[in-house]
């Protein structure tokens, strides 16, 4: 309860519009002080780092896994067989080196250039990553690696495949290859692919390995830790979970 003081040598009338005006003062004071904290509010939060946002021209490999590798070399695979079926028909050249597991769904993955031991270690590494040897939990996949040539799209007696699956027409090497990967903005794009490959190509990544932590979970910490959108993380990696 306000307490009130009356000055009973002055008249009543005196006394009220003391007060009167002492309650303007303290109303403007009030009003000022909202105002300045409104401006430290607006200050603060304008000096919060905002993370970063990618925003780049479209390519046409955006729509599938990619990396580049440690020599320069583009390197595309299919996420599904919709897509799958899209690499091989559209962007496989007869001569480029195409690598693919014996996993069901397995990306077909195209060296997009001259295609040298380093790459096709790195596009192999990609191509077990993105298969379905990492969501089972294998440490190791046997990849093989083939012509685009090679790849047919019936069968050796004319029998039709289904969407995203090739027939390999002639021999074939078969590599070993470690499922690590990492995650970094490469080409000012979120992405996903070998360790090393990735080592090469981006400022800052962060290495991800075999584990029990899901997707989600680590979409969040790799995005924290990189700055990026959780979002544009989740998107690129592989299915299964990590270390």
Known sequence: MMEIKLDFTKSLEVNAARYYEGAKRARKKRERAILAMD???????????????????????????????????????????????????????????????????????????EATKTNIEEASIATGVFSRGWKLGMAFAEVHIMKGHQLKKAGPHGESLKKGSFYVDGSRETQKVELKCAVGVVRDKVTCGPVAAMQKNAKKIVELSLGIKNKEDTAKRVAEELGVDMQAVYQVLPSGGFS
């Open 39 to 113: 401006r430290l509010k607006n200050k603060a939060a304008t000096a919060i780092p905002k993370k970063k946002t990618v925003r780049t021209k479209a390519e046409w490999y955006d729509r599938f896994h990619w990396f580049v590798s440690s020599d320069g070399v583009l390197c595309v695979g299919g996420r599904n067989a919709e897509s799958n079926d899209a690499i091989v028909k559209t962007h496989v050249e007869a001569e480029e080196t195409v690598c693919h597991t014996v996993f069901a769904g397995s990306p077909f993955f195209v060296i997009k250039g």
